[in-house]
């Protein structure tokens, strides 16, 4: 059920255009979006497809994916809230992204070049613990500088369609130049995340952006205060869940979505990237949308629908392999995922207070983490367990229950965020 919170009606009252100033930022800010949205996808997607080389256990597939997932449980906090507090000239936040975006990039071309699983899973792991290094603060950067609430859905929005254009990038692209040779879609992603975060970091310093915060606390002190403010606060309770479930669906879909197509329906690699292109072309057009819609509908209210959509959706392939049927699961969960994904981090932003901007984008990233762990491990133990009952699919199509149960289940939680306004000036009120 979905509850709009008087924080959302007030929000909807006051929408406002934006100054160019702030459209400028925003676009600034899509420029690393772009790039480490397509790295990241190039890497969850499409991992699966280079480790099946070496193994063919589906649950191992599934560990050296979801390493994602143990990366964002604890690097996130520690980044964001150090780039909270650390004072340079180049202000909190880039040195996070300048360290971590380089390494990254030197990883995922790596991840194309070794030949070996236990060689592929290391490069994978760093880049996934580097990606967060740079990604965490990179993101606080949302706040800092379009920190408005009545604009933060359109933020999250133009946020949103950078992102979907890399992972359109990468879903079409990647498996197409993959059929070609395998490096080609890692080397491609190194390159751009270079040259987009490199163009990034210049135009911020260029432009005065790249100031220092008043020191804030470090994360030994926010690692202490998180489980105190999840205690006290039944909001960022359910945030957590809610925010974990929508990543174990979108985590497990990834991960095993290509070997379903491949192995599961016989697709070739190029159709298949096709196919899930056109997916990612559906989630661009939502993306385009939501965050409007969200600003004046209200946030929760559309999320809520747009989760009844993405869960049914996901039910369809689990039933039935009618590329009739398909075809329909696609938009539902085109736009139903389009929507969740612009919206998830709007959702948070008005509980965050004014000084713990990296904290809590950490704490965001934590419920991530539990979900991209969660989500292809799940995915693998259901494929395995009930491949025989699945045989014309090779028991891909069981990843389609878990996808569908996280969503649903999600809605429960959602629910709860009737508390959120109340929960925000609660936390305001601490600060």
């Known amino acids: 059920m979905a509850v709009t919170t008087s924080s959302e009606s ?38 699966s497809e280079v480790t099946r ?64 699983l236990a060689l592929v899973a290391t490069m994978a792991a760093l880049f996934f613990a580097f990606y967060f290094v740079a990604y965490e603060p990179y993101r606080a950067m949302y706040p800092d500088l379009v920190g408005d609430e009545s604009v933060a859905g359109r933020a999250q929005s133009s946020q949103a369609i950078a992102r979907g254009l890399g992972t359109a990038s990468a879903l079409l692209g990647g ?36 100031r220092s915060r008043e020191p804030g606390e470090g994360p030994r002190a926010v690692a202490r205060r998180l489980p105190r403010l999840l205690r006290r606060h039944p909001a ?18 990834k991960a095993f979505v290509i070997l379903y197509l491949t192995l599961g329906l016989h697709y070739s690699l190029a159709t298949s990237s096709l196919m899930i292109g056109g997916v990612a072309f559906v989630i661009l057009l939502s993306a385009g ?9 209200g946030r929760i209210r559309v999320v809520g629908i747009a989760l009844w959509a993405y869960g049914l959706g996901f039910l369809i392939p689990a039933l039935t392999t009618s590329r009739v049927a398909l075809g329909v699961a696609v938009l539902c969960v085109g736009i139903g995922g389009g929507t969740v994904m612009t919206m998830a ?50 028991g891909f199509q069981a990843m389609w229950f878990v ?29």
């Not at 180049?90 to 070996?116: E, K, T, W």
């Not at 163009?199 to 260029?206: D, N, S």
């Not at 960022?236 to 879909?253: I, K, T």
């Open 53 to 116: 080389r070496y193994t063919h256990q589906t649950a191992v597939i599934g560990l050296i994916v979801g390493s994602e997932g143990i990366m964002a449980l604890w690097i996130p906090l520690i980044a964001g809230a150090w780039s909270d507090c650390l004072r340079t000239r180049l202000g909190g936040r880039l040195p996070f992204v300048i360290a971590g975006a380089v390494p990254a990039a030197v990883a995922v071309v790596l991840i194309g070049l070794l030949h070996s």
């Open 345 to 394: 981090y709007a959702l948070l932003m008005p509980l965050m207070p004014e000084d713990e901007h990296g904290a809590l984008t950490g704490f965001y990233s934590m419920s991530r983490g539990v979900g991209i762990i969660t989500g292809p491990i799940l995915a693998g133990v259901a494929i395995t367990v009930l491949s025989p009952v699945f045989t014309s699919t090779d």
């Open 236 to 253: 960022l309770r359910a945030y957590f869940v809610a925010n974990a479930l929508w990543e174990m669906a979108l985590s497990a879909l």
């Open 403 to 431: 996808c569908a149960a996280a969503a649903l289940c999600s809605l429960l939680f959602l629910h709860r965020l009737r508390d959120a306004d109340q929960d925000r000036r609660q936390l305001r009120e601490e600060h």
């Open 289 to 297: 949308v939501s965050g409007k819609l969200g600003d004046k509908y």
């Open 175 to 210: 498996g197409l130049l993959l059929s070609v040779a395998r490096p080609l879609p890692f080397l491609t992603a190194g390159v751009v995340l270079l040259g987009a975060v490199g163009g990034f970091v210049w135009l911020v310093i260029r432009r005065g952006l790249a």
């Open 10 to 47: 007030k929000t909807r009252k006051s929408e406002a255009s934006l100054s160019g100033e702030t459209r400028f930022r925003l676009g600034l800010l899509a420029l690393p979006t772009y790039a480490l949205a397509l790295s990241i996808t190039v890497v969850s997607t499409y991992l």
